[in-house]
């Protein structure tokens, strides 16, 4: 069996960089890259930003929402975007933010973390809104496969912090979520549980202190946040970050060139090719 999702990642962001790169195809990108926005449109860009950065990136996180609104046809897309990610020597996060009750929980670990369908990806994003123990079975497939989650923490989005930041018992929602991956992770020494962090807040209002999984952190370019703010945003957490852009990266295309030095902009591998 290859390592663990961890360890992967550990060792390609020291050859590529920490950049995660969104792949979100939506309306006004596909338009701008010169294409309708029909499903020929979706996949040319979906699969033409793979193809000329693949090799520059250590991840990529494919947006399944853009995929699904074509239906069926669309996630055929995915997973052939899936599947040109992986033949870049990269990693993939597929970003479908699920979270259920334990047995539809164990039916989506199926669909993405199992190896068994043609959308299973390196990691997906899962949301623990109904209970963090709620999301066991992808944690249990996740440590079975070798597999990796990122559970929602504190999003990047203005609201997010109406339900993230309710306190019971002295810890915050979010708090709850990090000490609960952090015991995940400490059970099975695999560190398979990263959290999703916005890299819009101010200020961390959490206690990261020991959580050892990676950090995912979104809102990277358009939505305001600055990969130089991170180191101190994070501090002693900043060598687990892996900040992630979409717009701001996919707005360079389709000019081969030019999205290559956005990511090497934005910290990842230098655009040597
Ligand atoms: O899980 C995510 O990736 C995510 C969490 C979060 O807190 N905020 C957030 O923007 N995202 C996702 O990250 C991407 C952000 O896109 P850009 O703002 O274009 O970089 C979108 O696919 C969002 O769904």
Redesign the pocket.
């Known amino acids: 069996m290859t390592a663990a999702y961890h360890a992967r990642l550990v060792e390609l962001t020291a050859a590529r960089g920490n950049l995660c790169v969104?792949v979100?195809p939506h309306e006004p990108l596909v338009r701008a890259w010169g294409y309708d926005y029909d499903l020929v449109g979706l996949e040319r860009v979906s699969r033409g930003l793979v193809e000329a950065i693949g090799d520059q990136v250590a991840v990529f996180?494919p947006?399944a929402?853009?995929f699904e609104c074509f239906g069926a046809p669309g996630m055929q897309v995915l997973a052939r975007v899936l599947a040109d990610i992986a033949q870049a020597g990269a990693l993939s996060?597929l970003?479908v933010?699920r979270g259920d009750i334990g047995s539809t929980m164990a039916a989506y670990s199926r669909a993405y973390l199992s190896g068994q369908t043609d959308l299973t990806a390196d990691a997906i994003?899962i949301s623990p809104f109904l209970g963090f123990g709620s999301l066991g079975p992808a944690v249990e497939l996740a440590h079975q496969t070798g597999r990796g989650l990122?559970v929602?923490c504190?999003?990047?989005?203005p609201e997010?912090g109406d339900v993230q930041l309710a306190v019971r018992d002295g810890r915050s929602v979010a708090q709850q979520m990090v000490d609960a991956a952090k015991a995940a992770n400490e059970a099975s020494g695999q560190h398979a549980v990263g959290l999703?962090?916005?890299g819009?807040l101010d200020k961390l209002d959490l206690d990261l202190e020991g959580f050892s999984g990676s950090i995912?952190v979104?809102?990277?370019?358009?939505?305001g946040g600055r990969i130089d703010d991170l180191d101190s945003l994070f501090g002693v957490a900043a060598a687990n970050v892996l900040p992630?852009?979409?717009?701001?990266?996919?707005k360079a295309g389709p000019q081969r060139e030019s999205l290559r030095s956005v990511v090497e902009r934005l910290g990842g591998y230098p655009n040597s090719r």
């Open positions: 969104g979100d996180k947006q929402a853009f996060i970003d933010k994003t990122y929602l504190r999003t990047s989005n997010g999703v962090i916005g819009t995912l979104p809102g990277i370019g358009t939505q992630s852009a979409s717009r701001e990266v996919m």
